[in-house]
């Protein structure tokens, strides 16, 4: 079974630039995570999608977005890039929904903003 | 909002001695959950527990769930340098809905150094 996979491993993007992260979950999970994982932060809960809508999103400004496509992958928009927003952002699916159901993680992306 | 604390944030130990981590809440949990992410990696699902005062184990490590719902603890007997890592707790509040629904929030984990 093929793990969830992220693209790029990394992205080097100017400060008010944009990125596009990508992932693909594991085949038969419908809910994404994306999380945030700043250095000395913990893991940040940014978005969940599942079923291709947004059903909930975590304290982040409005120019941290994304997509659930058909087929489940996902894809995470940060516009006007900071230079705060240097972090590995995490890829999570989960089987079920809802509530704490355990989560499988990518191997993410490395955003670092210059 | 919910909060997940975890303590110590960093634990240096020698290889062979025991090493527990401690994770609270703010909240009650409906369930907790630990993952482990070793340097330069992601994190990896180590274990679930569900009930009141549930304890379980897997080989060396045994995990603790609190009567109230509201703290655990991962404890590790005899450490291997292949215990090093980062280990989170992470739990949903119980009866999660409206701004908590399916939201996942995590300690901000305890850095594990074993020294050979």
């Known amino acids: 079974e093929a793990g969830v996979t992220q693209s790029p491993t990394h992205l080097i993007k100017t400060r008010g630039q944009q990125a596009t992260l990508r992932c693909s979950p594991i085949s038969g999970h419908t809910s994404v995570y994306w999380y945030q994982q700043a250095l000395g932060l913990g893991l940040q809960f940014l978005l969940w999608y599942d079923e291709g809508e947004e059903r909930n999103r975590g304290n982040f400004p409005p120019r941290f977005s994304g997509r659930q496509f058909p087929n489940y992958s996902s894809e995470l928009n940060v516009n006007a890039l900071e230079l705060e927003d240097s972090a590995l952002y995490l890829c999570?699916?989960?089987?079920?929904?809802?509530?704490?159901?355990?989560?499988?993680f990518g191997n993410g992306t490395r955003l670092t903003v210059t | 909002g919910q909060q997940v604390m975890q303590i110590p944030q960093y634990q240096h130990v020698q290889e062979g001695e025991d090493f527990t981590t401690y994770c609270n809440s703010s909240?009650?949990?409906?369930?907790i959950q630990w993952y482990k992410q070793r340097p330069g990696g992601h994190p990896v699902f180590l274990i679930q527990?569900?009930?009141?005062?549930e304890v379980k184990k897997q080989k060396r490590l045994t995990f603790q769930f609190g009567e109230a719902k509201k703290n655990s603890s991962l404890h590790i007997t005899a450490t291997q340098t292949t215990d090093v890592g980062t280990y989170f707790c992470a739990g949903p509040p119980s009866g999660a809905g409206g701004t908590s629904y399916g939201k996942l929030t995590f300690g901000q984990g305890t850095i594990l150094t074993v020294h050979p």
């Open positions: 999570a699916s989960s089987l079920a929904t809802g509530i704490g159901s355990p989560l499988h």
């Open positions: 909240t009650t949990l409906s369930n």
């Open positions: 527990l569900v009930k009141s005062g």
